[in-house]
């Protein structure tokens, strides 16, 4: 009996070390669970503080585009109606005037400044050139001014041995305009360019001999110089 009283005292003593040994993982289980679901939460938590640092950069961010865009469409505003009131008072000076795209453009008729066929302005012409110089130097010092000339579809007749086609007339009719505003009227060259066009830009028919009139004309565009 006391070899069987051993054996059963040795298998008793194992039981009860993995009865201990069970009873001590499960809370050291717990305990490991716990600390991951701590780590768990301070990363989210992290993130979390991350995401509404960044929610509130694109908020300032957004806050500061609106009131670039307010500023932008204010200073639009202002300039259009800037451009406006140009337009009225080159109208009131009896000036055939209108704004396209930020762009004042008086438009003179070539029977306004010239004879038939030349490039020479007449006295009328430099009278009318001189008006409206005026109001360009008085209104529009802060503007660039380009000058367009245009002519009609009919071929060159009675200047055929100075000028070998209408942009030839056209460049020329566009800078005797451009030399009379600067060296006449005083506007610095450097706010004045030259473009011809010739018969490639119609603003009315050729078929009709009134189109043709409308499209012989120089056109002075002024812009604003960029900032």
């Not at 009865?19 to 305990?31: D, F, L, M």
């Not at 509404?52 to 009131?67: G, K, M, T, Y």
Request: proline share 3%; glycine share 8%.
């Amino acid at each position: 009996m006391s070899g069987m009283s051993t054996r059963f005292a040795g298998v008793a003593a194992v039981l009860v070390a993995i009865a201990v040994a069970a009873g001590c993982a499960g809370p050291r289980r717990i305990q490991a669970e716990n600390a991951e679901l701590r780590r768990q939460v301070d990363r989210l938590s992290e993130a979390l503080a991350a995401g509404e640092a960044q929610a509130q950069r694109l908020e300032e961010r957004n806050a500061q585009l609106e009131r670039q865009l307010a500023g932008v469409t204010a200073d639009m505003a202002a300039r259009e109606s800037e451009l406006e009131q140009m337009r009225r008072r080159l109208a009131d000076q009896g000036f055939d005037v209108s704004v396209t795209e930020g762009t004042v453009v008086v438009n003179l008729p070539t029977h306004i400044l010239y004879a038939s066929g030349s490039a020479a302005i007449t006295g009328s012409g430099r009278d009318r050139l001189g008006q409206l110089a005026e109001q360009l130097k008085a209104g529009f010092a802060d503007f660039k001014i380009q000058v367009q000339g245009h002519t009609d579809t009919d071929p060159i007749q009675r200047t055929r041995d100075r000028y070998k086609s209408n942009w030839e007339l056209s460049y020329d009719r566009a800078q005797t305009v451009a030399y009379y505003l600067i060296e006449n009227a005083g506007i610095s060259p450097e706010r004045i360019h030259v473009a011809a066009f010739g018969e490639h830009a119609p603003i009315a028919s050729n078929a009709t001999p009134e189109g043709k009139a409308q499209n012989r004309r120089v056109e002075i565009a002024v812009m604003r110089m960029a900032d």
